[in-house]
């Protein structure tokens, strides 16, 4: 699928995109191109991946001009690039409409004007019935990237979106917080023990990227069927596996912080189908294009919202086998 691709990947010198570039390295890919603003993580990134089909690109989203330039002859855009953490959106409003809109609309009309082969972009849970601006912000995006199928008119592009909560272990997320709690032995500081979240790890999240380019046609929301866990499981697992007698401190929820999380919402469920490993998320206007294309998608089997508490709960001891498969601990 990858031979002789050139691939650029937006904000990848993050969790998910450096584990990406190592991922498609093993491949018979042409070129990489690293296309992010943070000139250390660059650097960082450079240091550790030793490879000559790497390229590194210091760019923003938000500067049309400079994207355009880094995707000359590029088959493949993987976007990736967005401001993530939930506070600093909700205190930085603007500036996560100009990266997480207008930046996308940037790289859509820079995929169509360069005729991309394909786009791929990053959701989130967040953006499902959003009740914060980063929420609200990646819906906008996902539905920029839906939308950019009836823009495009006769260029080829095949815009395509994949959607799902934290990776485990990632940067900022849940496990390496309380870790580092730990360590330095702060009390670990919880919201509320029976919140819920999905479990994905990053093997995960990037097979679902890999199966989305491989089997998308243009236009769907590729969602993984999913596990999930208890806020205060986890606590306890982490607690478990180093040993500690850690203190917790409950402390309050977050703005914008919802108790369980939903990858698809109920009103999305007459448009989602599924096949053996993904849900998949259809525009009704594109249903019968994509559905002549796609032999192994059916009506989904969804009763209610896809919401990390209708799914399967990982026990404590799960969990403590997940971290320690994972080495995350």
């Known amino acids: 699928m990858f031979e002789g691709k050139k691939i650029l990947i937006t904000g990848g010198t993050g969790s998910l995109g450096t584990a990406l570039t190592k991922k498609l390295l093993k491949t ?23 490879d000559d089909r790497l390229r590194f690109f210091i760019g923003d989203v938000r500067d049309k001009e400079r994207l355009s330039r880094a995707l000359e002859d590029v088959n493949i855009v993987i976007h990736a690039a967005a401001l993530k953490q939930m506070p600093v959106a909700e205190y930085n409003a603007f500036e996560a409409v100009k990266t997480n809109i207008i930046g996308t ?11 991309i082969e394909t786009a791929l972009a990053i959701g989130t849970d967040k953006a499902v019935s959003p009740v914060n601006t980063y929420g609200a912000t990646k819906l906008l995006m996902e539905r920029l990237f839906v939308s950019a199928n009836f823009y495009k008119g006769n260029h080829r592009t ?47 999240a990037l097979e679902l990227i890999l199966r989305s ?30 040993h500690t007698k850690t203190e917790t401190e409950i402390i309050s929820i977050r703005p914008g912080e919802k108790i369980h999380e939903s990858l698809i919402s109920f009103d999305e469920l007459r448009n989602t189908f599924e096949n053996d490993e993904d849900y998949v998320i259809i525009d009704k206007q594109l249903q019968e294009s994509i559905l002549k294309q796609s032999s192994n998608i059916k009506p989904n089997s969804l009763n209610n919202s896809y919401s990390s508490d209708k799914v399967k709960i990982l026990s404590k001891e799960e969990l403590k086998q997940l971290l320690s498969n994972q080495k995350l601990i």
């Open 28 to 50: 018979d890919v042409e070129t990489i191109r690293i296309f992010s603003r943070d000139e250390l993580k660059q650097v960082e990134m450079q240091s550790e991946i030793k």
């Open 213 to 242: 380019l491989k089997n998308g046609v243009g236009g769907e929301v590729f969602v993984p069927k999913l596990h999930a866990y208890r806020v205060g499981d986890i606590k306890d697992a982490i607690i478990d596996l180093t």
């Open 158 to 204: 095949k815009f395509l979106c994949v959607r799902y909560g934290n990776v485990l272990g990632s940067r900022g997320s849940i496990v390496p917080v309380f870790s580092n709690q730990i360590k330095s032995g702060k009390k670990i500081t919880i919201t509320d023990p029976s919140m819920t979240r999905f479990t994905i790890t990053m093997k995960d």
């Open 105 to 115: 609309q940037n790289i859509i009309e820079s995929c169509l004007d360069k005729n």
